[in-house]
């Protein structure tokens, strides 16, 4: 994936030849992987989209994949929350004024509240959720922020922390919603993926087969699922019986894996991840949605907490409308009335679905269909349109949860796998850190723990995550080239 990647694009800039990278897919992409159905339509792993806070990362996709309208779609974020039947601009907690009237006002008064609680408190709120109710108020909170959030990490508010805020959630001027809503004013700019580009082609996968490609091959081996790490003799065990050892390792494998492993179940247990389940569907038709590219639902009318306009992203997304295909149902759940293949033109919808043991269990038998049930209810299909494909993945490990006792175990185990058996772990789920697991994030985590290998230079975004999103600021200092 885009760590190991990273990490592996840094060695081999620095002319380090000494490097092997293991994979247990068939190609390079990691959860940033994109699939391809039967039918030709693309589906990633969840929203994926490419915006930066690195100079080294731009310059590295731009080497891979090329540069300017030939390689990359450029969008502008338009994205909504679905709710009461209409279209709230994102983010919610600035757009009130789209609200009824007695919602604005419920929301207002729950500002105000909050506005005065926070001023008047001695300590920071212990949790995610005393942080909603002291920033956003109590109105917010139950219309958007307790509900929406629980569909996207299937565990309460109140057993999450707050550290990993940051730029992934907008806090709410009180001034300007206010004024927002006197002047019946819409805001939608926040947030650093207000504008992004997507390759135009071959979906969010594409680029990291790209950046593998420039690699030399004889260093990637793929297909190698390790099965057990033996820390002591620093040997990694595959699936497929070979061994490999190891001077020093840069695993992106799953940190409460790796604990469990090496004997530290108890640190593991402490950890806390979500499953996600994507479902792409294929449609036979002209794009309804017009520019929409994202869309959060927070009601219990679908089971999906988030929908991607995914064939606007890229031309090439779909099928192409001279390719004839099958019915396969209708929205409604009805048998199409021809089994006849026809000709396009088409588009699709990606639908990210969570899924926890303890807190949100999933009907597996039933999830498609309940999700495209949804779509019907909140007005993303008609019910006569044609289905021609439909696409699950589960993901067992979807989304690390920032729980309460996460940074205790973090602060904890890193220093531990690092110091004691010579392991970097890191990425996504290595490192457990949702705020910087972004690609851009994942891949410097990579970089910079090749550096620290090489150099021992400090590893700023595991270190210092809101410094390294503060502002929407870019990092300039390192540079990636090919030479």
Known sequence: GPTGLGAATRFNQLHHDDWL????????????????????????????????????FDELLDAAVGTGPEHWAVHERVSYVWMKNRFVPYPF?????????????????????????????????????????????????????????????????????????????????????????????????????AVFRFPQEGGTGAIWKKVAAMLPQEKLRFNHKVTNIDAENKTLHFENGDRIRYNKLVSTLPLDMTLTWLGKEALASRLTFSSSHIIGIGIRGVNPHDTKCWLYYPEDDCPF?????????????????????????MSNGDA??????????????????????????????????????????????????????????????????????????LAEALPLLKSKYDIWSRGRFGSYKYEVGNQDHSCMLGVEAADNIMFGTKEFTLFYPSLTNEGGKKNVDLKFSRS
């Open 93 to 193: 907690q600035n757009n009130i004024c789209s609200l009824p009237q007695e919602d604005q006002i419920d929301c207002i008064n729950g500002l105000i509240d909050a506005k005065v609680s926070n001023a008047t408190a001695s300590s920071p709120p212990a949790n995610f959720d005393e942080w909603i109710l002291r920033v956003m108020g109590k109105g917010i909170a139950d219309m958007f922020m307790r509900p929406y959030n629980f569909k996207v990490w299937a565990i309460p508010t109140h057993l999450m922390q707050c550290s990993w805020l940051g730029e992934r959630v907008a806090t709410a001027n009180v001034a300007r919603v206010v004024e927002n809503v006197i002047r019946n004013r819409e805001e939608s700019g926040w947030g650093p993926n």
């Open 336 to 409: 199409p009335s021809s089994s006849e293949s026809k000709p396009g033109p088409y588009w699709s919808l990606m639908f990210e679905v969570s899924e926890s043991a303890e807190h949100k269990p999933v009907d597996m038998a039933t999830l498609v269909q309940d999700t495209i049930a949804g779509a019907i209810n909140t007005e993303l299909l008609r019910p006569t349109d044609e289905i021609v494909s439909i696409y699950h993945r589960r993901l067992h490990h979807g989304y690390p949860t920032p729980c309460l006792k996460r940074d205790g175990v």
């Open 305 to 329: 907490y988030r929908c991607t306009v995914f064939s606007h992203y890229a031309d090439k997304n779909v099928p192409a409308a001279d390719v004839s295909l099958p019915t396969l149902q």
């Open 21 to 56: 990278l293991v994979d247990m897919a068939e190609e390079a992409g990691g959860l940033a992987c994109t699939d391809i159905t039967p039918e030709g339509f693309l589906f990633d792993m969840g929203g994926h989209v490419i915006f930066s806070h690195y100079n080294y």
